[in-house]
């Protein structure tokens, strides 16, 4: 099974605080790279798509890495409605189409 | 637009009952997919499909059948419910390749 692997978390951080999280990915051939948010009990919501050049989006900003394989979301002066769990998504061609794979996720939590 | 709809959102189901899930989006999207979400795993691909009378099985689809007459509506159906298929599911859309996938709001199943 292709695996997209995350920090385990949870991550605590105080209110202002830059965090960083890092996602790994098995399959070198994917092809589209994505955060997701997670609140808790609801739907999974697309935060940005992360492109080879880098990416920012406000106080966010994705990396990727595709000869390390790697993935990075950095959040910038942290508030308390960042608090959700971020989900690293990774998106490659199947036999019929396009699939996407998730890692399990980094629960973030945000203090006053 | 309402974006993509799943009905029922909560449902209780006894061991060897069969139902269907709804789902329909009014984005005209081509890609719709469903997931599993379990404590503890990422979201697991169950079907999928790339456009009206096209479907395909993804990661866990024993237990499930889909279909797709229509581009707006991919309905989920548990054939003979089992405790193992208590979950959250969810489905999403997304308008091509290589694109963020809207999801729905999820329905939680729990199979006594």
């Known amino acids: 099974r292709k695996e997209v692997e995350q920090d385990p978390g949870p991550f605590n951080v105080p209110e202002g605080a830059t965090v960083a999280f890092n996602c790994t990915y098995s399959n070198s051939a994917s092809q589209s790279f994505f955060w997701y948010r997670q609140d808790c009990r609801k739907e999974p919501k697309l935060l940005m798509s992360v492109y080879s050049s880098g990416n920012e989006d406000g106080r966010f900003t994705a990396q990727l890495n595709r000869a390390s394989q790697y993935i990075s979301l950095l959040i910038r002066d942290s508030k308390l409605s960042d608090s959700a769990t971020y989900l690293c998504?990774?998106?490659?061609?199947?036999?019929?189409?396009?699939?996407?794979?998730f890692g399990k996720g980094t629960k973030l939590s945000v203090i006053p | 637009n309402a974006g993509v709809t799943q009905t029922p959102k909560f449902q209780v189901l006894k061991t060897g009952q069969s139902m269907t899930l709804q789902c329909a989006q009014d984005m005209n999207h081509e890609y719709m997919s469903w997931y599993r979400q379990d404590p503890g795993m990422g979201l697991r691909l169950i079907h999928y499909?790339?456009?009206?009378?096209?479907?395909d099985q993804g990661e866990v689809p024993n237990g499930y059948n889909v279909s797709r007459s229509t581009t707006e509506d991919f309905p989920l159906r548990l054939l003979s419910a089992a405790p193992s298929q208590t979950s959250v599911y969810f489905c999403?859309?997304?308008?091509?390749?290589?694109?963020?996938?809207?999801f729905g709001s999820g329905t939680r199943l729990t199979v006594v």
């Open positions: 998504v990774v998106a490659e061609r199947g036999a019929g189409s396009y699939q996407l794979t």
């Open positions: 499909s790339v456009g009206a009378g096209i479907t």
């Open positions: 999403a859309s997304s308008p091509r390749e290589n694109y963020g996938y809207t």
